[in-house]
């Protein structure tokens, strides 16, 4: 895994299309060039995640707006659409909830440890964001392919602990400390299960590379002969981002929101974001292990240029590919949202024996059960 | 972006801390006792229950991803070491450590 070659080739993928030169690829000018490219590379990934955490927020509300027979916001946004549907009105709500959330005063209470009450935020965000590096969006369009990618994912979403213990305890607040064990406690305990369900694919494919994973779903996507797998991961990850029905760490209505209670301003709004934004990351690492990314099933293929008279319209498949991850990703992300308006939240001590007395030993059936078809099913498959 | 968005946060809001404001929330009530309270044992024992199997998840992904060379051999090793894992499982399950009262 070249990093220099992966990195040419997406610079090429982003500017292929505007400049029909050919990128120098040495000396100053490629150098300087490369560093544009790479500049430009990080600002959209960043505008995107940005982008993505507001439509979420506002979604999520229109979803649980639409389940309780509400309309949700609807008056922030263009009266106009609005006036069109339900789903069009309010969309402005989260900018302006940020914007507001900016203007507020940022208070560290008496008996908060100031530097670790400052650093939690950003280490949640920070993890969060780190997370993007080893995703495949689509044919070649992923920041960096790790040949430990799944390693790297479950290492970085492991960093939530460290942010949320660090929170909960620096808050000097008692309901910010419970919560912050409880979540701890949850985290670690559905790190395991979700180890094991991510184990089925990597067992399958013989790689932890997240690209070399969803190209060996060419033909079968892997939550047929993996649904154990799958069902174990999707719990396992509910529950590690810490979605209802395992929000124990923020049960608002008990903990008074559990580790953010002292949070005000722009740090509430980071753990907000880094939410909403780890709800997508697990239902793009869903899509990659067990439904075949960004390929189209029964081993469909897009064309790779679409000609239209004298214009030839070059990486069609590999735009369509990535709207096709995205479609993938957002019909989970919608899961997630209608699993928090339906179920009721779980006890703690439910919520650990679920995870260590039926997902775990379910994963270690499903080891099992691979290692055996493995064995008897010729090779090549 | 995340530096960019606190720095304008820091100049556009206001910051005027009074004693009360600066309290820890408790209900609206005056805090009692220190903020660091003494909590369940039975957090710890989960976090050592996780140890052990976070260590033997790490030792299952290099194993995955050379199970199809390693052969039927290192398949059965494998089953006999996390069986032996489980029975460590089972015995905290019965003592009690899952059950949270």
Redesign the interface.
């Known amino acids: 895994m070249n990093f220099e070659y992966y990195l040419w080739k997406l610079t090429d993928l982003i500017a292929g299309p505007f400049i029909h030169t050919q990128v120098p690829r040495d000396g100053w000018t490629g150098l300087i060039l490369h560093v544009i490219f790479m500049a430009i590379v990080v600002v959209i990934i960043?505008a995107f995640l940005?982008l993505d955490a507001f439509f979420l927020i506002w979604l999520e509300r229109k979803i649980s707006a639409r389940i309780q027979n509400r309309l949700g916001p609807m008056v922030s946004g263009p009266r106009w659409l609005a006036k069109f549907s339900m789903w069009t009105g309010g969309i402005f709500q989260t900018l302006w909830d940020t914007l507001k959330?900016?203007?507020?005063?940022?208070?560290?209470?008496?008996?908060a440890d100031r530097l670790g009450f400052m650093l939690a935020p950003?280490i949640c965000?920070a993890a969060t964001f780190m997370a993007f590096l080893v995703i495949p969006f689509g044919k070649g369009l992923v920041a960096q392919d790790l040949n430990i990618g799944?390693?790297y994912l479950v290492a970085i979403g492991s960093f939530a602990v460290i942010a949320i213990l660090t929170a909960g305890?620096s808050?000097?607040?008692?309901?910010s400390?419970?919560g912050g064990?409880r979540s701890?406690?949850q985290i670690?305990?559905y790190?395991?299960p979700m180890?094991?369900g991510i184990?089925g694919p990597?067992?399958i494919v013989?790689?932890?590379s997240l690209v070399d994973i969803v190209e060996a779903q060419k033909n079968t996507w892997f939550f047929v002969p993996q649904i154990l797998a799958f069902l174990v991961y999707f719990i396992s990850a509910t529950a590690e981002i810490n979605r209802t029905p395992f929000d124990l760490p923020e049960a608002e209505s008990e903990l008074?929101a559990g580790f953010v209670?002292?949070y005000t301003?722009?740090r509430f709004a980071?753990f907000f974001l880094a939410e909403f934004t780890n709800m997508f990351i697990i239902s793009a690492i869903a899509v990659s292990l067990f439904f075949g990314g960004w390929m189209l099933p029964f081993g469909l293929e897009f064309p790779k240029v679409i000609q239209l008279g004298n214009f030839v319209i070059p990486y069609i498949d590999i735009l369509l590919g990535a709207v096709v991850f995205f479609i993938k990703a957002y019909f989970f992300v919608i899961v997630l949202m209608w699993f928090r308006w339906t179920y009721p939240r779980v006890r703690?001590?439910h919520l650990?024996?679920l995870g260590?007395?039926v997902l775990?030993?379910v994963g270690?059936l499903n080891?099992?059960l691979t290692?055996i078809w493995?064995?008897i099913k010729p090779r090549g498959g | 972006m995340v530096a960019g968005a606190l720095f304008f946060a820091w100049l556009m809001r206001p910051s005027k801390p009074d004693p009360i404001k600066l309290d820890v929330y408790e209900c609206g009530e005056e805090t009692v006792g220190p903020s660091q309270v003494q909590f369940n044992i039975k957090f710890y024992l989960a976090a050592i229950l996780f140890v052990v199997f976070d260590v033997e998840a790490l030792f299952l992904l290099p194993w995955a991803v050379a199970f199809k060379d390693l052969g039927i051999r290192a398949f059965i090793e494998m089953i006999l070491f996390i069986l032996i894992l489980f029975v460590g499982l089972a015995y905290a399950w019965r003592k009690g450590i899952l059950k949270w009262a």
Not at chain 1, 101 to 111: A, G, P, T, V, W
Not at chain 1, 171 to 175: E, H, I, L, V, W
């Open positions: 960043l940005a959330l900016m203007l507020k005063e940022d208070i560290i209470n008496r008996r950003f965000m799944v390693l305890w808050s000097g607040s008692k309901y400390l419970l064990l701890a406690a670690i305990s790190e395991v180890i094991f184990l990597v067992m013989g790689s932890l008074v209670t002292e301003g722009m980071m703690v001590d650990l024996g260590w007395k775990l030993p270690f080891m099992l290692g493995m064995m």
